[in-house]
């Protein structure tokens, strides 16, 4: 009597199994073996010749007293590491105020970029209304003109509405770019009609459109213009130079400026302040690069 032993049967994979395994890129095989590492030594080479000269002299900052900054003894890793430049840093600078100064800056000026470009862009956007042209080039126009050209009538402005030596004269100039407001137009006119439309055959008013059919689709851009605003805003030494004279009310960047004339030659707390600058845009780009990434993919930047 023959004993028929059952072949074990093959799980079958469901639809979507299939439509994902389907879906998962394959690495080509001429990217394997050399090809493949020819190409991640390439992006090695890439990324040191960008970041190389950020990192490499920040590690200064961890040097102890007694590692050389220059010299021939000195070396580009930190023979022995310290934080005695960042508890120097702190401890005799008033690095704290001029963050604080710099982040109640940014905070105004972000708030300010993403609710006037976001109103101004959709108007643009929108046909139908007499002088929209005009306006365009306008705006357009704007770009044209280096900020250095208008230095000193906005500097008589600020001076002439008593807001001289305050962080409120610090943002006011550029509380509004003419590239973020271009930007918010074309994510604007990016979207189909039909969605404003629908809103529109459903009763919807012309602010209800705006707020919560047309707003919610670009948040790509309105990333992007946040982001951007803020790194601006950080970063921006010049005009705070100009309309700040009290240390109390100096930004980042100016107190980097004054912590090098302060300490003489001791880089490593003029690097240690430099770290502390940085790590501020390090943390909102990452907690933002999803979003940032998706409004240059949408095609955000194409005016």
């Not at 590491?81 to 508890?87: D, G």
């Not at 208008?150 to 030596?165: G, H, T």
Request: charged share 15%; aromatic share 12%.
């Amino acid at each position: 009597m023959s004993v028929s032993v059952e072949q074990p049967r093959t799980p079958r994979l469901s639809e979507w199994r299939r439509r994902r395994r389907a879906d998962k890129p394959q690495i080509p095989t001429t990217l394997k073996g050399w090809a493949l590492v020819r190409r991640y030594i390439y992006l090695v080479v890439v990324l040191l010749v960008l970041v190389g000269p950020i990192i490499l002299p920040l590690l200064g900052a961890f040097k102890a007293p007694s590692d050389p900054m220059f010299g021939p003894e000195a070396t580009l890793i930190p023979k022995e590491w310290s934080l005695q430049a960042f508890s120097t840093l702190f401890a005799e600078t008033q690095i704290v105020r001029y963050v604080s100064n710099s982040l109640i800056v940014c905070i105004l000026n972000v708030i300010s970029h993403l609710v006037l470009a976001s109103l101004g862009g959709y108007m643009l956007s929108r046909k139908g209304w007499r002088g929209r042209g005009i306006v365009l080039l306008i705006v357009m126009s704007a770009l044209i003109f280096p900020f250095e050209s208008i230095m000193l009538s906005l500097y008589a402005q600020v001076r002439a509405m008593n807001f001289y030596d305050t962080l409120i004269g610090v943002w006011m100039p550029g509380m509004l770019g003419p590239f973020h407001l271009l930007l918010m137009r074309a994510a604007f006119m990016g979207i189909p009609d039909e969605i404003e439309d629908a809103a529109y055959i459903d009763g919807a008013s012309e602010w209800q459109r705006f707020w919560k059919v047309m707003l919610p689709q670009t948040k790509g851009s309105l990333t992007i213009v946040g982001l951007t605003s803020f790194i601006f805003a950080w970063q921006d030494y010049l005009w705070p130079l100009l309309i700040v004279q009290s240390d109390t009310k100096s930004t980042m960047m100016i107190g980097i400026a004054r912590l090098q004339s302060s300490f003489g030659t001791d880089y490593r707390v003029v690097l240690a302040g430099a770290i502390t600058a940085l790590i501020p845009i390090l943390v909102l780009f990452f907690l933002s690069q999803k979003y940032f990434f998706k409004g240059i993919e949408d095609g955000g930047l194409k005016f």
